[in-house]
């Protein structure tokens, strides 16, 4: 090897072992430091001085160390001291917010931060906290804080004589014997003018006043009128409605021109399909009307809107007992007495006058144990235990006490629940902020 180029070779060597040695003196400066300015700030923390120790403490909480993280917590016990003096307050929640936002962050930020929210009564802020740790870190203690905290509800102050399942957004609801329409929360979008409503289904709803049948859109004006004379009609959904005509009932679309199809009854459409009925026996058809549960059986299990199939699953009765019925098979043992899936969720079933919950497998979910029950919605269940109706988790524990002497199923974060004022309605303060239930 030529003489230049082992001293090439030298010289570069001795330029990483200097440029190795600068780089360690200079950690341990910045280790120092950080260290003295905390020990600096221990010291004034310690005669309660935290104005002047906040300064240091936030200069050692820049630098990055294995120590960084402890000059943030004691950072964070100077704000909390000065978190009613001005600006302070919003240093503290800047800094969880860092905190929280780091691909490492640990789960204990996240609760630190749920149960300062949760201390100033700011539910919606902590359940924001606690979902974004939850999905970041998966913590069964976050899960649990938030199972504790979600529940909480506004109750509505206005109330109805009576109110309908919801469908959606709505709810049909009387007042002095007449019908109308109100968002779920309780607000009326259509006054209760009428002998009786439908379920909105899309921009449309259709009402009965003075015997005859008309659609109204949202703002209540009229947008078709039925030319038939027809005596009844179900609710409205799928853009199909039953109507009554001369004892036949038919199916009716938007524009309120009626189908051939003709049924003895007709159950409301959920999920493309319905309960019919036709030469006295029951089965559920598409929107084709055809026959995706044969019409064998002596009736199919309704709910308040005459709902009937949801999750590819609906009970049909036979010779005095409850079946499950799903993916085209009868599934499991009878049951007394059930009630149709929601959307999502569980199905309430009774066996030994008592009732649980069950899958659309038919694998019992939560034992029987109420006294009555309705199917989930949004991950709750409306239940009674002795005279009064409450709420359960999916777990079966009691989530909102049963203080109710009725209750409905949740939708769209509310559901109607009866009191004595008559019928109110109660919204999950989470779900008012926007959240997803």
Known sequence: MKKGSRILIGVGCF???????????????????????????????????????????????????????????????????????AGYRRKYTDLLERQMNRKDAESGVFEEAANYYLGLSKLPEALSVLKAGIAKTGSDALIEIYENSRYAYDMNRTSYEYVSDAHGSTVQVMNDGLWGIAKVEGILMIPCQYEKT????????????????????RDN???????????????????????????VWKRAYSDLTLGTVEFQQIGMYSEGCAA??????????NSSTNWIIPAEYDGVVLDGLGRSFAQGAAFVRSN?????????????????????????????????????????NGTLMIDFKFNDALSFGQHVAAVRLGELWGYIGISGTIVIEPVFLE??????GSAPVLTERGWQFITFIEFKKGASL
């Open 198 to 217: 439908s379920t909105f289904s899309g921009d449309r709803a259709i009402v009965m006043k003075d015997g005859e049948i008309f659609a109204v859109d």
């Open 221 to 247: 004006n009229r947008v078709a009128k039925l030319k038939e004379k027809a005596s009844d009609f179900g609710n409205f959904a799928n853009e199909c409605i039953p109507i009554l005509i001369d004892g």
């Open 320 to 360: 005095g007992a409850v079946y499950l019925f799903a993916d085209g098979r009868m599934i499991g043992d009878a049951y007394e007495d059930a009630r149709p899936f929601s959307s999502e969720g569980y199905a309430a079933v009774k066996r030994s006058g008592k009732w649980g919950f069950i899958d659309t």
């Open 276 to 285: 019919a009925q036709v030469d006295g026996k029951w089965g559920v058809i």
């Open 407 to 412: 209750a409905k199923s949740f939708s769209c």
């Open 15 to 85: 330029a990483l072992l200097l440029i190795s040695w600068c780089i360690v003196i200079s950690s341990k400066s910045t280790a120092e430091k950080q260290s003295e300015l905390m020990e600096q700030a221990a010291a004034l923390m310690e005669d309660g001085i935290y104005v002047r120790a906040v300064p240091l403490l936030e200069e050692a909480a820049g630098y990055s160390t294995p120590e960084t993280q402890k000059a943030e917590d004691n950072l964070k016990t100077a704000y909390l001291k000065l978190i009613d003096s």
